[in-house]
């Protein structure tokens, strides 16, 4: 090997790590976008450990209720200010809003989990259902945040393969949440059942995100249908044009080719 051959071989390197570092940096990014990143985390926690906390101190059902309710109103309330988007603040308001309901109709206030147990529950049934469908649910969330929609069921094997395992992840990782809750929710008090539903809130959401991030990092790259449609539209604007064009040139040359026919003595002309 030559010296002038080595700077070539480290270029190509150096460009397949930078791509690889790129595709790790966009799978991060819409992982975050995708699952509400650290403040999704807390406007997720925050109305169940106001509720917890409350209700150790002075068993108080209706001021436990009303001040995660409140709690998850204020933050959509300051998504809203920002502009920001409030799609995890209103799935917390609803996840809340149902479990007050099932809690003051009971007089239980372990319902005030359960609808949020029950949703963990049907997700991961969800994740695995369709896993087996061959339609994985994370490729269905994912797939718009990488402008992708659902190429990668027919036209990108490998990423469909990385979809099917982050699938089983979630499902998986949320069965065996609901595996340590559903019995709580029978045999433990409102307090115990309480405080281990907030410790379990983030740690298995972190290993499932980041089993996800693994299987995608090493997937191909995603087929951007939204750059491609684009392309094609150019394409076919471009021929269009390019159609016109000769029709106009095809035209001007029968206009002025042998044997026109005179327009003022209906006579053909004679060069």
């Given at each position: 090997?030559?010296?002038?051959?080595?700077?070539?071989?480290?270029?190509t390197?150096?460009?397949?790590?930078?791509?690889?570092?790129d595709?790790?940096?966009v799978t991060?990014?819409?992982?975050?976008e995708?699952?509400?990143?650290?403040?999704?985390?807390?406007?997720?926690?925050?109305?169940?450990?106001?509720?917890?906390?409350?209700y150790?101190?002075?068993?108080?059902?209706?001021?436990?209720?009303?001040?995660?309710?409140a709690?998850?109103?204020?933050?959509?309330?300051?998504?809203?200010a920002?502009?920001?988007?409030?799609?995890?603040?209103?799935?917390?308001?609803?996840?809340?809003a149902?479990?007050?309901?099932?809690?003051?109709?009971?007089?239980?206030?372990?319902?005030?989990?359960?609808?949020?147990?029950?949703?963990?529950?049907?997700?991961?049934?969800?994740?695995?259902i369709?896993?087996?469908?061959?339609?994985?649910?994370?490729?269905?969330?994912?797939?718009?945040?990488?402008k992708?929609n659902?190429?990668?069921?027919?036209?990108?094997?490998?990423r469909?393969?990385a979809?099917?395992?982050?699938?089983?992840?979630?499902?998986?990782?949320l069965?065996?949440?609901?595996?340590?809750?559903?019995?709580?929710?029978?045999?433990?008090?409102?307090?115990?059942?309480?405080?281990?539903?907030?410790?379990?809130?983030?740690p298995p959401?972190?290993?499932?995100?980041?089993?996800?991030?693994?299987?995608?990092?090493?997937?191909?790259?995603?087929?951007?249908?939204?750059a491609?449609?684009d392309?094609?539209?150019?394409?076919?604007?471009?021929?269009?044009?390019?159609?016109?064009e000769k029709?106009?040139?095809?035209?001007?040359?029968?206009?002025?080719?042998?044997?026109?026919?005179?327009?003022?003595g209906?006579?053909?002309?004679?060069?």
């Amino acid at each position: 090997m030559t010296s002038l051959d080595k700077p070539t071989e480290d270029t190509t390197e150096d460009t397949e790590d930078t791509a690889a570092g790129d595709a790790r940096a966009v799978t991060e990014a819409a992982l975050f976008e995708a699952f509400g990143g650290v403040r999704g985390m807390i406007e997720t926690v925050l109305p169940g450990l106001l509720f917890v906390t409350i209700y150790t101190v002075n068993k108080d059902l209706r001021m436990s209720a009303i001040a995660a309710l409140a709690v998850s109103v204020v933050l959509v309330v300051v998504r809203l200010a920002m502009r920001d988007t409030v799609k995890h603040a209103f799935s917390g308001v609803f996840g809340v809003a149902f479990g007050v309901v099932f809690a003051m109709m009971t007089g239980n206030a372990k319902d005030f989990y359960l609808p949020g147990m029950l949703y963990t529950c049907g997700l991961a049934l969800a994740y695995i259902i369709t896993t087996l469908a061959g339609v994985p649910l994370i490729g269905l969330i994912l797939g718009p945040v990488f402008k992708e929609n659902l190429s990668w069921r027919t036209r990108n094997p490998g990423r469909k393969k990385a979809y099917a395992k982050a699938s089983w992840a979630w499902g998986l990782i949320l069965l065996a949440k609901c595996a340590i809750l559903f019995p709580l929710y029978w045999w433990a008090d409102t307090t115990q059942l309480g405080w281990v539903l907030v410790a379990l809130k983030i740690p298995p959401f972190l290993l499932a995100v980041w089993l996800t991030w693994v299987f995608l990092a090493k997937a191909p790259a995603p087929i951007d249908v939204f750059a491609e449609m684009d392309a094609a539209e150019q394409a076919e604007q471009a021929e269009q044009a390019e159609q016109a064009e000769k029709a106009a040139k095809d035209g001007s040359g029968r206009a002025g080719s042998p044997g026109a026919v005179d327009p003022v003595g209906g006579r053909h002309r004679k060069d």
